[in-house]
């Protein structure tokens, strides 16, 4: 190579295509280091560098950056670093010459198929084993005029999904090349677009260490995090060097095309480099100290508030600046619409450990205008137990609604003590989120998601079985509120069948007609199952992947879930910003205001009751409820009944003015295509009472004829 060096600038961090003059800036943070070495590569799986530059500490650092400007390279070009320092982890230093680092700041990752955990955490020169950095220029992308959607949420539904499993399958009419990428979405999106979702919520696809998990399994999830810039690269389907970046922001054009928001789980609460005895990868060589907790009282060891052996520093300011700029990133080069932070609260926790009422790397996202219209949804809770649903920071977070998901499971299920919750919880559970002025909408109500049962398995297993993740079924969560319907696992009885799919079709009514933000699981809507696993983190397989037959095996699901969404979508009265007002009888848990209450002929309103009118039945044995929702401006008037009791109860339904009628839109008890009809075809509703089958949802709605 004939290079021409000179001392380079401390920002941009990472690695900076630069046109005046042309060449590339390096800036990298440590503040301990002795010593650090710019290795070149000529090749991804080069075994050992073509040129190893040494960083002058008088002429290449600055406080704790160092910093090299090199002529003569550019987009395209290889690099890691090995950095020199103490070895002395009582100090919580682990500097360790012998390993080959990757860039915190990288955007594209190279070495996968070499790439060894045991030899970064072994002794040695792991370098032809290592993962390296490439240099990119982000701005040369054609993005055709595309930016973010920035759909408000009161207009949203989520789709949780995972990019490798929708389409690994071999049923996915995907070319065997483009099975689990980024291109393989692309080529789904019609199916997206039919079912009628507004935004896609990915699984982990920023760089992660497939090997962080027990042999001979594979990190399926993806929360091993060990490169934070960069898209995954085994859900790139190109082979050139360039494939992840450009395949990812070709499927990010594509969804929003269609008006399909892109959500990234980011997962910067720990790494993959693990507890003390895990790999030296990245941060851990670069300074192990800033980048991790440590035990207060021997810091040779990692405070783990997370579960996964260590917890990121999130709060102290270098780690803050890259969290930040990671975000940022992602928005401005690669335009997606949101992110969802894994086990946020750990983000809210101080260098030491201890919660912060204000913590500084959280207000830093909530203020920053890059972010200003993005969607920013926490997971407000951690490993270790602080558990902040209802109480996270700031005014633009929203949080995965964990109540929500537990307070439908039980009442469908048959609980008893849940009626009232689940009356706050159809109303964006304004108990838990009493500020006056925040939207119901920031409630991220779900009922499955990626950890836990998937809701065809909620319906059919009352233990779950998790064998196959060679941890003697320890793992996953233990409470799951489910209910097998009388057999355990799969059955052909047909009753049975009957009955979990009629509770499938309760839960989705529940949760589309409840004030939130509604989200679901990739494949709920065809019965997807994981045959009783609930912890499918490391099941690469067909046990976890979208499986396609289920399309036509389960059209009839499939066309209920499709009506439902889409009907919502339409209404008013399911998408407002505010809080309903409430008529007549409330739970006392939900606090709601009724300082509107002279005005609910003009506001939209919901009222409540039990099977008789205006007599919700609030007691401990209870099992059914009903509720009317009424928006004046739009004229849209329903009445909504719920019985999860396990004989059929006659519900009284309200009177009407002369010349309205009620109309059944949704019966749950009956078979396609009679479970659920547009208004325009729907059946007249005749009498004062209806009468509700066994564990059954019934939406009635006004038509004036």
């Known amino acids: ?419 009232e919750k689940l009356a706050a919880r159809i109303m964006g559970s304004p108990d838990i989120y009493p500020k006056p002025d925040r939207e119901p909408n920031h409630s991220i109500n779900f009922i499955t998601c990626h950890d836990g049962f998937t809701m065809n398995d909620l319906v059919s297993y009352n233990e779950k079985h998790n064998e196959a993740n060679c941890e003697d079924n320890r793992d996953g969560a233990n409470h799951n509120f489910s209910w097998n319907c009388g057999i355990e696992g799969t059955t052909d009885q047909e009753e049975i069948e009957m009955l979990r799919l009629r509770q499938i079709k309760n839960f989705f009514t529940i949760l589309f007609f409840s004030q939130g933000t509604p989200m679901i699981l990739m494949g709920d809507e065809v019965r997807r199952t994981q045959l009783g696993n609930n912890n499918s983190y490391c099941q690469n397989n067909k046990s976890s992947w979208f499986d396609w037959s289920q399309i036509d095996q389960q059209n009839d699901l499939l066309r209920f879930v499709k009506k439902i969404i889409h009907f919502t979508q339409e209404l008013q009265i399911t998408q407002l910003d505010k809080v309903l007002a409430t008529v007549g009888a409330i739970p006392e848990s939900s606090l709601v205001s009724t300082k509107e209450k002279t005005n609910l002929n003009k506001v939209p309103n919901i009222s409540w009751h039990g099977i008789h009118l205006g007599i919700p039945d609030w007691n401990v044995g209870s099992r059914t409820l009903a509720f009317s929702l009424k928006h004046p401006e739009s004229g849209e008037y329903f009445h909504i009944m719920l019985n999860a009791y396990w004989k059929p109860l006659m519900f009284e339904l309200p009177p009407l003015e002369r010349g309205e009628n009620w109309y059944l839109i949704v019966n749950t008890a009956f078979t396609s295509p009679k479970d659920f009809n547009n208004l325009d075809v729907a059946t007249k509703v005749i009498g004062v009472r209806y009468r509700l089958e066994p564990r059954a949802a019934v939406i009635l709605m006004t038509k004036r004829d």
Not at 266 to 294: D, K, W
């Open 1 to 419: 190579m004939n290079l021409n060096i000179l001392p380079g600038n401390t920002f941009p961090i990472g690695a900076t295509v630069c046109q005046d003059p042309k060449g590339v800036n390096f800036s990298i943070y440590s503040k301990n280091a002795t010593a650090i070495e710019l290795l070149l590569f000529d090749e991804p799986l080069a075994a050992k560098p073509k040129q190893v530059i040494l960083l002058d500490p008088t002429q290449h650092r600055t406080h704790h950056y160092w910093h090299i400007f090199i002529s003569g390279i550019g987009a395209g070009q290889i690099y890691a670093y090995r950095v020199y320092g103490p070895f002395n982890p009582e100090k919580g230093h682990r500097f360790d010459g012998t390993k080959v680092l990757l860039d915190p700041y990288a955007r594209i990752v190279v070495g996968q198929e070499k790439y060894s955990r045991k030899a970064a955490t072994g002794n040695g020169n792991n370098c032809a084993y290592a993962l390296k950095g490439v240099v990119v220029d982000p701005t040369t992308y054609d993005w055709e005029d595309d930016k973010p959607l920035e759909t408000p949420y009161a207009k949203t539904v989520i789709y949780e999904m995972h990019v490798g499993g929708f389409t690994r399958h071999p049923n996915s009419g995907v070319a065997p090349e483009k099975r689990g990428t980024f291109a393989g979405l692309i080529e789904k999106i019609p199916y997206l677009k039919e079912l009628g979702i507004t935004a896609v919520e990915l699984l982990p696809v920023q760089q992660f260490d497939e090997q962080d998990v027990r042999e001979p399994l594979i990190n399926y999830w993806g929360y091993s995090q060990i490169a934070f810039f960069a898209p995954h690269h085994s859900y790139s389907s190109r082979k050139d060097i360039f494939g992840p970046m450009d395949e990812f922001r070709d499927m990010v054009k594509a969804l929003h095309k269609e008006g399909i928001e892109v959500i990234l789980d980011v997962v910067f609460n720990h790494t993959a480099e693990g507890n003390e005895n895990g790999p030296t990868v990245s941060f851990r060589g670069l300074e192990n100290s800033t980048y991790y907790i440590l035990e207060k009282n021997d810091r040779g060891y990692y405070s783990n508030y997370t579960g996964c052996g260590n917890t990121f520093n999130t709060n102290n300011p270098f780690v803050h600046r890259l969290i930040v700029d990671c975000l940022c990133y992602w928005v401005r080069e690669m335009h997606v619409d949101g992110f969802r932070f894994d086990l946020a609260s750990v983000m809210s926790r101080s260098m030491t450990g201890d919660p912060l009422e204000d913590p500084p790397v959280l207000w830093a996202i909530e203020s920053d205008p890059v972010l200003a219209g993005t969607k920013i949804i926490a997971e407000a809770w951690d490993a270790a137990g602080l558990y902040q649903v209802g109480s996270f920071i700031g005014d633009r977070f929203a949080e995965w609604n964990g109540h929500y998901r537990d307070d439908v499971r039980q009442f469908v299920k048959s609980d008893p003590q849940i009626v």
